[in-house]
Structure formats: structure tokens, C-alpha cells
């Protein structure tokens, strides 16, 4: 039992480049979400989903995009990487109206 | 604007001594608090979750006290560990009956020294 995993832990891109962050569940939530965290601010959260199939935006949606088209994926896109958006991002999902999961993050550093 | 404020910001005691650690908030309306232990490069863990009735709520070493009257709650963490060493983080839900929106304060980063 996995829990929420994250890949890639790490990364480095370049000022315009495109990457898509992978959030995997394997506890059969419905709801997902992607959150960043940066130094001396609360979590943020991007975007989130409540089922299969449905996103919708969070506190700080731009520059992002997301989908879930299989239940136990979520995933989080960047199009044009800027260096604003170097930050910890984390996965987390949940069940009804219990606490959320956490992954344990990916580092993304835009140069 | 819903706000989040926990104190101190960071904090070091030595092993085996007790401490407590605050969170105020202006969130409304209020659905539940949550507090959260998150290790150095690893993710938030939940450690307790109170609504509003409950004052008192403990896991093991951890209490966490909820006063809704004063928007307060604190974490107290008895007999302290290395292990305990982490950022704890103070999460309050809103519910607004369509959806539920939490906002997270930006922590408490605890060092537990021998």
C-alpha cells in the first residue's frame, strides 16, 4: 500500500520549457489535489478534483493545467515554466471528509 | 480573508521536555482544525482533527485543545523526542455547503536537542 506517490522528486527546467508532474493514489479516493508550498507561506492549493474526470481551480490556478482521467491519477501540468514557479509542489487526495494524504512532493526549480 | 497564524515560528527544547505550540485564526464560517506534522522533505501527516464541540483531542504524546470562542488552539507535545523534530502545521476548514476550502498557516519548525 503505496499511498500517494509523486514523480519525478526532483527536477530542473529551464525558463519555457513544458513539464507534466504525476500524483498516483492507490487508496480509491475521489478527491485529489495539487498544492505548492513555499518558504514562509501556508500550502497553496492549484487545482483539485472531486472525481474522475473533473478538475477545477484552486487559490492559484495560472500557469497551470491539470487532468484526471483515471481515478487514481492526477496530474499537473506546466506549459511554459517561469522561474515564479519554483516551489515544493505536493499531491494529496482523500475520502469524504477525512484528513487529506499527502505525497511527499516534487522540487521544481525553473532557471 | 481567511488567515491562519501559528507561533512561534520556530522552536528548540531539549529532549525529554514538554512544549506548546500555538494557532489563531480568523476563518468563518468554521467547519474543523487540523493539525499536521510534517518532516524535512516529506509530506504533511494529519495528526488530530476537532469540530467545533470538541475541545480536547490527543494521539499519543500530541494534544491538541481547540477553543472556538477565541479562535485559538494549541498543540502540546509532552515528553519530547527527536522524532518530533518537524514543522507542525495548523490546517482550518471553512464549509460554506458546497465545498469546503482550507487554509493552512505557515507552520511551527520544532528542533529537539540532546
Known amino acids: 500500500n503505496a499511498g500517494v506517490t509523486q514523480t519525478p522528486k526532483f527536477r530542473v527546467l529551464k525558463t519555457g520549457q513544458s513539464m507534466t508532474l504525476l500524483c498516483a493514489q492507490d487508496?480509491?479516493?475521489?478527491?485529489m489535489y495539487w498544492y505548492r508550498q513555499d518558504p514562509g507561506m501556508g500550502l497553496r492549493l492549484i487545482h483539485y478534483?472531486?472525481?474522475?474526470?473533473?478538475?477545477a481551480k484552486g487559490e492559484v490556478p495560472d500557469g497551470y493545467n491539470v487532468s484526471r482521467l483515471k481515478k487514481q491519477n492526477f496530474l499537473l501540468g506546466l506549459e511554459s515554466a517561469a522561474p515564479s514557479q519554483t516551489s515544493v509542489y505536493f499531491c494529496?487526495?482523500?475520502?469524504?471528509?477525512?484528513?487529506?494524504?499527502f505525497g511527499d512532493g516534487t522540487r521544481l526549480s525553473i532557471l | 480573508k481567511n488567515q491562519v497564524e501559528q507561533s512561534p515560528q520556530s522552536l528548540i527544547i531539549l529532549e525529554g521536555k514538554n512544549c506548546t505550540l500555538q494557532c489563531n485564526y480568523t476563518v468563518s464560517p468554521f467547519s474543523n482544525l487540523r493539525w499536521y506534522k510534517q518532516d524535512t522533505g516529506r509530506g504533511p501527516v494529519s495528526l488530530t482533527i476537532m469540530t467545533f464541540s470538541e475541545n480536547t483531542k490527543s494521539n499519543g504524546r500530541y494534544t491538541a485543545t481547540l477553543d472556538a470562542d477565541t479562535k485559538q488552539s494549541s498543540l502540546h507535545i509532552t515528553a519530547s523526542q527527536l522524532s518530533d523534530s518537524a514543522s507542525y502545521i495548523c490546517?482550518?476548514?471553512?464549509?460554506?455547503?458546497?465545498?469546503?476550502?482550507?487554509?493552512f498557516g505557515t507552520g511551527t519548525r520544532l528542533q529537539v536537542t540532546l
Open positions: 487508496m480509491n479516493h475521489e478527491y
Open positions: 494529496a487526495s482523500r475520502y469524504s471528509n477525512q484528513p487529506q494524504h
Open positions: 478534483s472531486v472525481g474522475e474526470g473533473t478538475t
Open positions: 490546517v482550518v476548514s471553512d464549509y460554506t455547503g458546497t465545498a469546503s476550502k482550507l487554509t
